[in-house]
């Protein structure tokens, strides 16, 4: 075998498959009439990752959309990244997501608000598209943000779904969510009262992921136990086995009436900030998880301070770092899957993590 050319049209095909389509047709396109009929043929799964084409050159992918390639198209993503030309109005000047009936994958980064709505009401006519992330900074109203995040809810063939939208997640009407089918989903800025209501129209979600966004969460006048209704209170999500989540306001409540409400998780991870010494100690977290967590088996936990005096505070009198109560504990040693356990401190801060 001496050149490309020699290879039969199967594994060109696998070959083409693993490359941005961009590349595809700048190196093969119009080379001869058998690559010809490779790039555009209807069964090759494209990537089509825009978000740092030129505009010269997304003027000529779209226009080539238009003729030939609507179910070459696996993934897409577009970008309206703020330095960048609007490539998604661009886009949809000139075609309609609705052509695209083998997209699996749409990824949208820095969308504005009619964009939005735009295409939610497009793609619900792809019945293939399992994959929807949405990544933007251009959305700023409340009624804005409600509208937008109620049309994403509205997108019954999706199973996995990660909304990021910089602001807290809100809307406007529980009726409209149609998340059945949704099997991993996650979420930035959604406080605990939000999180429960959509939880409750997610019976087969298996995956969440999430920034718990503790200053929009209600609370009582005595600012320490969250303001959720008794029906809350009762709620359990056993479909729920992995939970990842920031938390970035620790409230030790809050935490354990949302444990009490997963008693499924088998993988837990999060990441969070506590200036309370009695909460970076080995007993609480493993009390806290045998009681709440019973059938967990792996667990990766981050706890960050900062703003303190002295960060030898969080030594003991006898000059043992808190990780000391980890390391040596068979629950942590089992269920620290990389048997990773390190804690950093300097003048203001201290970093403890165990994976």
């Known amino acids: 075998m001496s050149c490309l050319e020699d290879l039969s049209g199967e594994i060109l ?15 093969f396109f119009n080379m001869n009439t058998r690559f010809n009929n490779l790039v555009f043929d209807s069964r090759l799964r494209l990537v089509a990752d825009t978000s740092n084409t030129k505009e010269s050159n997304f003027d000529r992918f779209c226009s080539s959309l238009t003729k030939t390639n609507f179910n070459n198209i696996y993934v897409l993503i577009l970008s309206n990244n703020y330095y960048r030309y609007p490539q998604i109005r661009q886009f949809l000047s000139y075609t309609n997501l609705s052509n695209f009936q083998c997209l699996y994958s749409l990824t949208l980064i820095d969308i504005n608000y009619d964009e939005s709505i735009e295409i939610m009401q497009q793609i619900k006519q792809l019945n293939q598209l399992k994959h ?50 949704v099997e991993v989903l996650s979420l930035n800025f959604i406080n605990i009262n939000h999180l429960f209501s959509l939880l409750s129209h997610c019976p ?130 089992d269920k620290a899957h990389k048997k990773i356990f390190t804690c950093s401190t300097n003048s203001d801060s201290m970093m403890l993590q165990i994976r």
């Open 204 to 333: 087969n979600l298996r995956s969440l992921s999430m920034t718990l966004d503790s200053r929009n969460s209600l609370i009582t006048p005595t600012d320490t136990i969250p303001s959720l209704s008794e029906s809350q209170l009762l709620m359990k999500f056993p479909q729920i086995t992995n939970l990842r989540f920031y938390y970035r306001i620790f409230n030790d409540l809050v935490l354990a009436q949302l444990l009490t409400s997963l008693p499924s998780i088998k993988r837990f991870s999060i990441d969070t900030i506590i200036n309370n010494k009695d909460h970076i100690r080995a007993p609480f977290w493993t009390s806290l998880l045998q009681e709440r967590l019973p059938l967990l088996e792996r667990i990766r936990l981050v706890i960050r301070t900062w703003n303190i005096s002295k960060s030898s505070n969080y030594i003991d009198e006898n000059q043992q770092n808190p990780i000391g109560g980890y390391k040596y504990d068979r629950y942590w040693l």
């Open 13 to 27: 095909m696998t070959i083409l498959e693993y490359m941005n389509i961009e590349d595809i047709w700048t190196a």
């Open 132 to 181: 929807l992330h949405i990544n933007t900074h251009e959305i700023y109203d409340d009624k804005q943000l409600a509208n937008a995040t109620q049309a994403v809810f509205d997108q019954p063939n999706i199973r996995a779904l990660a909304l990021d939208l910089h602001e807290k997640i809100q809307w406007l009407n529980t009726e409209m969510i149609l998340l059945n089918n």
